[in-house]
């Protein structure tokens, strides 16, 4: 009888540094050559997020995560779920984007509202992935971090003690809903510089998953970061490799580039991937336009190439909001943005949108 990961007291997160192959070749009493399970490891795990059909979502009240989370509407945002679920029945997973400033701002209101938000996926049967800490920054910023800011906690004691604080308090707050998918130390953290080894933004990831490891040792570990060439990568995906357990992706089709050539870097990515040898997800997909046909060319392309290449993704976003890109543009504002929301501020389903669904079949 085949071992479970069970009886072999393996956690998720070890089953996922061994690799499906390996477990699989234990079970049936085969021990596979070192060079057989670097092989099968390295062909057979980008896939095994596939399954995860999502999207990152932020809600339709707040531009900054101050304004969000320490001003937490309970019913707004049970009310965009459920629109999510009524628009996308597949949906399974968000991405939560929450916020190191809103937790120095007012500790006691953030963690509340955190620990609320996950309580409510987690009562509508969704994963979550927690995004800890933001290195993008917008013309409406949400916050997040800067080089300077993390030279200064660095030398704090203990180093990063402020960002520690906030990590292994908001950890407490959102574990006991039981729905974690997987952590998400920072969403694009080498936005502003920091992509070589030894970089400040570097020693900060390392530091703040040895702290997760500390604290869960079961959750993997991701980091938001490009990964594919024309769009920032893929050297961040080597930097990041020896401390994540899945790659998280953002793998935009951005219309500075012909389709057909960022079709090319999308398979030199999926290659590389598959060269590192752990599962991949794309954590964020699909380009924004204030023309919603254009948008729907965006989703088709990003959404169609992640299916083929069975790997689970996330578009940015679910819903309407004031932060950046996640609405039309505002009345009297002279300079240029973006929309990339899914769901418009009335609820209806933004025209064309629906095409997420013919992804999820």
């Not at 490799?241 to 398979?267: K, S």
Request: glycine letters at 8%.
């Amino acid at each position: 009888m085949k071992q479970s990961f069970a009886s072999m007291n393996i956690s998720r997160r070890e089953a996922l540094k061994m690799g499906a192959g390996v477990v699989a070749g234990t079970g049936l009493g085969i021990v596979p050559s070192a060079m057989s399970v670097q092989n099968e490891t390295k062909t057979s795990r980008i896939n095994e997020y596939s399954w995860v059909r999502g999207f990152n979502y932020q809600p339709s009240w707040g531009c900054h995560g101050i304004s969000i989370w320490n001003d937490f509407r309970e019913v707004t945002y049970a009310r965009e779920l459920d629109l999510g679920v009524k628009h996308f029945p597949k949906l399974n997973t968000l991405r939560v984007w929450y916020s190191y400033d809103a937790h120095v701002a007012d500790p006691r209101k953030f963690l509340a509202a955190a620990k609320r938000a996950s309580e409510l996926l987690a009562e509508r049967k969704i994963k979550m992935i927690p995004v800890f800490f933001n290195g993008w920054h917008s013309l409406v910023d949400f916050g997040g971090f800067s080089r300077e800011q993390l030279y200064c906690s660095s030398r704090n004691t203990p180093s990063f003690g402020s960002h520690r604080q906030y990590l292994c308090e908001l950890v407490e707050a959102i574990r006991p809903a039981g729905n974690l998918l997987m952590y998400d130390i920072s969403n694009e953290p080498f936005n502003n510089g920091g992509k070589e080894k030894g970089s400040i933004e570097l020693k900060f990831l390392e530091a703040m998953a040895q702290q997760i490891r500390e604290m869960d040792p079961k959750t993997p570990i991701s980091v938001g970061t490009q990964g594919c060439p024309g769009v920032g990568g893929p050297e961040d995906l080597k930097l990041i490799d020896p401390f994540v357990d899945v790659h998280a992706v953002h793998p935009y089709w951005i219309p500075n580039l012909p389709a057909e050539q960022h079709a090319e870097n999308f398979a030199k990515m999926v290659e590389i991937l598959k060269q590192l040898g752990k599962p991949a997800i794309a954590t964020e997909c699909c380009w924004g336009s204030n023309d919603d046909a254009k948008r729907v060319e965006f989703v088709r392309h990003d959404l169609g190439l992640l299916k083929q290449a069975g790997i689970g993704f996330l578009p940015h976003a679910l819903h309407h909001s004031p932060v950046a890109d996640l609405h039309r543009p505002f009345p009297g504002r002279k300079w240029e943005t973006m929309y990339m929301a899914f769901i418009e501020p009335d609820g209806s389903i933004r025209p064309g949108h629906e095409v997420y669904n013919e992804f999820c079949q």
